[in-house]
């Protein structure tokens, strides 16, 4: 059966709708979801895992051949990749990634699955892709939402641009389009909001609920009072933790983490404002939601008579006089429902800009980078009600319909003959005329809709009527006779009707000047830089660095572009990216409208077939030639298979190459050479095997040269050991003629003495009684001798390098190392690191490190690598340390595997996090994440960390640097009474223990307690405890007091306790209300009985 399922359907023997469709239908019912067009993708989504995506397969699809893999989009990724790089068939450039596909046919999955396999084929020693690939999930959180077409629905575009400097990834840049912010006040039935309400009413404790001022998640109108099921629940709790964690390993501080959720738990609290008119006609807030609007002002952090000022009344300036003009309820609800989709928007384009700010590349500006785009943008989508935002979703697939046709058909076969290559012209539906009806100026869609958001009192009545008098004749554009303003635009994939209520007050997207001014003063620094920063012509937000200035004004609504002029221009922008990059296609399909597993709606794919003209490009794919080189091109690429230096970039040398190689397909135009798409694969392996026939050269040269160095080398390191050893020889003789000079010499000076007359004896002096020495520590240290250090031996659990020290002596050394002289300045730069280093830890990390004056028995100091590795040579598996880098900032976590250790560098990121280098989790400190790993393995061994590798001694750390950061923790914590106690009693001895440390032996104790008498050793512990029960109790205080809060956490709290009350006040007068009704139901039942 397989062998009648090709995977290509360029391949395909009869080209019609119906073998097709078979090819396609058979290969997803055997779950092969991916299929070749030439170059080109089609992706069916499953709705179901399939096991596809493991490591294993990654690894497989790393720099492999088309034809020996299956098709996947790990192949596309390795593609787009080789071909930045330049080792396909043209030099580096620019790629592009274009998904496309209807709403939930698998456009999001597919994005998270290229930037991973992409990130995989660039890994570096770097923690950047991890960080990369955590943007997505909380993207998602903050930009999708569940459709009746779609659970995880993206309503924003985006194109995430991944900056490259040769093979490694040195920064990303994400470009977000038209965020759908009319959900957040509005749902359709069958729909939700967007994720992240949901993920933080789920994840977040019922502590940090109070907080934030977050109430049961069906209390609130913008969730239209629905939540999910315990199952949903479950999963969203997981989802939040996720985010959490993306939104640390990504970079961002705790208190910017506090603001957001807490703008967040306003926007929901904002909702729940009602209003109501009193006698007066004057409009005021309802009572039951008087708590929500203080809840509101206090979450916003500002005061609650401005907020509520704000909504429902505008004040405007005229010739220096404020104008107020008090709301009627609807005008009241709108302004609420504004401000809170403002709000929402200016949270996502801070996110935006964060990450963009956050994951920059750190190289100088005059380097140029090499770039990889992906673009997932929003699906087709044709619901029951469309409105301004799926006009705007259509615009954009219009958009890269068009890109998909001018790349594919109309600039090849116009290639083609003006080449003057023989061709049957393809014909294909072009929707530029689609394209020319909105962007046309001054008479498109586009153009109409904002001549007429600049009259206030127009309405989109009139903007309808606007379209039916310009485009009745028009091919694409139906009127709609209707009480309703309701027009049908007949698009690439079908007719979309749309109703037009609405679509001026969207394109408008203003915000009141003093609605602007009260979050601009808000306490809260997060909503106050939203709500200051400026808008690009793309829409995307920018935020002010500088203090803001008032009277820079730039949301003026006669000077800030609407919302379809932005989009209008981000579109532009975007396909000038994509025409200057090298172009890959994916396409999506979707299976059936059910989103069930193993099921396909032949109908529905066929529709899809169609309106994406995928029988015109495999016909185009099998007879054209997708790679068209010019001559120069050609020639500079592959003029290396002919091995002729200086050959010349014309015709004839582009004809000596190919005639070289034995392809045939190929044709030869005027100024350029015409390839199937198969023809760059087969030229990359010839090149690739004259890279592997240099490589062998190049070996065996360097070979023969190290060799040659090495010959001689060794000759004249065995001259100067010979040279060494006779002088040593004669220096040996002469020591001993001198000795029996010596010798000769006291023996006639004994034989003079001797023949001398004798003397009587002299008596001896008395000698006097000696006298006590003071007690001193270094006796004991003065009467050892002096002994030369011992080389450490080598570890058994790492394997010998060439950079390692040779201790066996029967191995030659390299006389030129042993010549060479000290480099100093190396050994400043490297003292200088180690200071700095020293420097770093004591400032920021001692306190974070230390309980109660106390390391951790796992963490050893700044001890070398190989004192990490003896210290585990006899640990069981599993054992470990941490240990401080000596030439960097951070920890290196050293772990005894099976057969080695292994040495897991560990990076404190800027927001105070730790992340061990590869790992897609960070850490509020080092103990938690010594903790986490010890029942969650280390990638890619999944390692678990058992028995921490404790001090040698039990009292006090082993290493002189901890002991003097832990007696610096003690002393900052003393009073300082007791700090000049403790001065005066140890001032005597300052100076013997400072020469005891600086001439300590192996083994030896420099504890000052070792040399107090014992009732000052009792005394000392006494006070140690006491000062150790102090210690204990600040920090507890200082870490409940260092945790961020939202600036007005009082005012939630009490605002949050009168909803409570006032709601449970309704629900005893609701009980009251059906008590004495059944009461008077059961009797009168009774009475009827």
Known sequence: MEENLPEDLANLSELDEKSLLEVLTGRFTQNLIYTYIGDILVAINPFKYLPIYEKGVSERYKCHEKKSLPPHIFAVADRAYQSMLGRLATGPKNQCIVISGESGAGKTEST???????????????????????????????????????????????????????????????????????????????????????????????????????????????????????????????????????????????????????????????????????DSDVLKVSETSRGWLKATAGQFGVQEEDLLKSLTCTTSVTRGEAIQRLHNQQQAEDARDSIAKVAYGRVFGWIVSKVNELLAPKVDCDVELNEIGILDIFGFENFTVNRFEQLCINLANEQLQFFFNHHIFLMEQKEYKEEGITWETI???????????????????????????????????????????????????????????????????????????????????????????????????????????????????????????????????????????????????????????????????????????DQLDSKLVMDQLRYNGLMETIRIRRDGFSWRPTFTEFAERYNILLLKPDLPLDKSSCMSIL????????????????????????????????????????????????????????????????????????????????????????????????????????????????????????????????????????????????????????????????????????????????????????????????????????FHGMITRRHAEDLLIDKPLGCFLVRVGQSREGYTLTFRGTDRCRHYMVEMQTNGKYVILGEDRAHSSLTDLVQYHTHVGIKPFMELLTVPCGQMCDQEPDYEELKAFTSSVENSAMCPAEEAHQDIDTGSIKVHVQMQRLFLPPGGNSNVESHKPPVLKRISDRRRRVEAAQMEHKDDDSTHESRPFPRLYPSIRLAMREIQQIQQHFQQSQEQIQVPSSKSLSSWKRTDA
């Open 659 to 858: 005639n070289s190689t034995k392809l045939s397909g190929w044709k030869c135009g005027s100024s350029r050479l015409f390839f199937k798409y198969w023809h760059q694969e087969e030229l990359a392996r010839l090149l690739e095997s004259l890279g592997r026939a240099a490589v062998v050269i190049q070996k065996n040269y360097r070979a023969r040269v190290c060799r040659r160095k090495y010959l001689a080398l060794l000759a004249e390191f065995r001259r100067q050991r010979q040279a060494q050893r006779e002088r040593e020889e004669r220096e040996e003789e002469e020591r001993r003629r001198q000795q029996l000079e010596e010798e000769r010499k006291r023996r006639l000076e004994l034989e003079q003495e001797n023949l001398r007359p004798a003397s009587p004896p002299v008596p001896l002096p008395r000698r006097k009684k000696p006298e006590p020495r003071p007690r001193s520590v270094l006796s004991s240290i003065l009467k050892e001798p002096h002994l030369p250090p011992v080389p450490r031996p080598r570890s058994k659990l790492f394997e010998r390098t060439p950079f390692d020290n040779a201790l066996n002596e029967n191995v030659h050394l390299d006389a030129s190392l042993m010549l060479q002289p000290i480099d100093e300045e190396r050994i400043k730069e490297k003292h200088l690191k180690k200071s700095n280093t020293i420097r770093w830890f004591k400032e920021t990390q001692v306190r974070k490190l230390t309980r109660d004056g106390i390391f951790p028995s796992w």
């Open 427 to 597: 014909t294909y539906k072009d929707n530029k005329p689609i394209l020319d009806l909105f962007l046309t100026k001054p008479i498109g869609i586009l153009s109409l809709l904002d001549e007429q958001s600049a009259f206030p009192q127009a309405t989109d009545r009139d903007f309808v009527d606007k379209l039916n008098s310009k485009f009745k004749t028009a091919p694409n554009f139906e009127v709609v006779r209707n009480h309703t303003p309701l027009f049908t635009i007949v698009h690439y994939a079908g007719k979309v009707q749309y109703n037009a209520s609405g679509f001026l007050e969207k394109n408008r997207d203003t915000i009141p000047a003093n609605i602007r001014q009260l979050f601009i003063n808000s306490v809260t620094p997060l909503l106050s830089v939203l709500f200051a920063a400026t808008i690009s012509r793309t829409g995307t937000l920018m935020p002010r660095k500088a203090k803001l200035q008032v009277a820079e004004d730039n949301f003026n609504s006669t000077r800030k572009q609407s919302v379809g002029a932005q989009f209008k221009h981000s579109l532009a922008v975007l396909m000038e990216k994509m025409f200057a990059a090298g172009p890959h296609f994916v396409r999506c399909i979707k299976p059936n409208r059910s989103k069930q597993p």
């Open 112 to 278: 998270k699955l290229l930037l991973r396999h992409i990130m995989e084929l660039c890994k570096a020693n770097s923690q950047l892709e991890q960080q990369i690939l955590q943007v997505n999930p909380l993207l998602e959180a903050f930009g999708n939402a569940q459709t009746v077409m779609n659970d995880n629905s993206s309503r924003f575009g985006k194109y995430i641009q991944l900056r490259f400097l040769n093979s490694s990834v040195k920064g990303a840049k994400i470009n977000e389009y038209l965020l759908e912010k009319s959900r957040v006040v509005h749902q359709d039935e069958g729909e939700q909001n967007f994720h992240i309400f949901y993920f933080m009413l789920a994840g977040i404790s019922i502590e940090d609920k109070e907080i934030y001022g977050l109430l049961d998640p069906t209390h609130y109108r913008y969730l239209n009072g629905r939540f999910g099921q315990e199952d949903a629940v479950q999963t969203w709790r997981v989802k939040y933790a996720e985010v959490c964690n993306a939104m640390d390993m990504v970079g961002f501080e705790e208190q910017e983490k506090v603001d957001m959720m807490t703008i967040l738990a306003g926007i929901l609290s904002l909702g729940n404002i009602t209003f109501e008119t009193t």
